[in-house]
């Protein structure tokens, strides 16, 4: 039994294809180092929400986000929101996502791996991320490295910004944790910024349940913080595929989870973005003030890793 890496191509772009007999990932090293696609083999589940392939280009840094957004998973850095913070001009989304990453290794065999890196412009720093998939199981790991080359302390974000494809059979998975919204007025659900526990919330007298993935057709949107998590993991549990997805990480390097959800609502998308990540809030500057907010001195590496693990679903009761 054996873990394999192959070259393929997404349109114009280069692709790497990660591959044992139970998950199948495919990277574009090009656009971000972006997960394009990832397959649970065993149950056939095709999990991360995409455009058509020929939504896929190449966006300069510093391009609206919202705008040129073909789906994938990707990671944010060094921030979110778009501005100027501590003397530099942060673009829309950060620069990770926009960044054209090289190839520097991979291997085969009992573990297959790819590795890829990235120097940034805004920020002077080396990335590097390094997938892993074990020939015998359905697990993707990632590694992640940010080294400072700066001459002074800076203050970042670093966010994972993974898209699943959902259907109304889908219900979000969450452990226990305190909800907060992010802006009342971009939501359907929450009316206000009243924190509340996972996973109901409140609007008036209704109450939704927030784990229960609505139609298309229901146009609904919400932008959501999770914090105070009662194990460091979310995920989606597809009831009729009988099929589960969990990325677990490192609460101490990401305590929170970001819900961008969009039923049909924002720009007619039907997704449900899992986004565990360094900060909270998505302004840098009140992260800051909140104590809440990633940072690298000079010379300081950055490393975390997530893993991404497809399984049965399994009822709980709940």
Known sequence: MTAAVSLGSLGPFESVVLENEYLRAVIVPELGGRVWELEDLKRGRQWIWHRGIECLRANPVGSNYDDSWAGGWEELFPNDAPG???????????????????????????????????????????????????????????????????????????????????????????????????????????????????????????????????????????FLYVKNLAAPWCGVDDTQRRASIRMNFDSHDFPFVWLFLTYGGWRGHYTAVLEPCTNLPKCLSEAVRLGQSARLDPGQEFATSVRIVLSEFMETGT
């Open 84 to 222: 100027s913070f501590e003397g530099r001009q942060l673009p829309d989304h950060g620069e990770w996502w926009a960044t054209s990453w090289r190839i520097t290794g991979s291997s085969v065999g009992e573990v297959a791996s790819v590795c890829l890196s990235a120097t940034l412009s805004k920020i002077s720093v080396s990335c590097s991320k390094e997938f892993r998939l074990n020939a015998d199981d359905a697990t993707l790991g990632v590694k992640y490295r940010i080294c400072s080359r700066e001459r002074k302390p800076f203050h970042f974000l670093f966010k994972q910004h993974l898209p699943i494809l959902i259907t109304p059979d889908c219900l979000l998975s969450i452990p226990s944790g305190r909800v907060q919204s992010v802006d009342p007025s971009f939501g359907t659900i929450v009316s206000d910024q009243v924190e509340f526990d996972w996973p109901f919330a409140r609007n008036g007298a209704a109450v939704t349940d927030l784990r229960r993935i609505p139609n298309r057709a229901s146009r609904q949107q919400e």
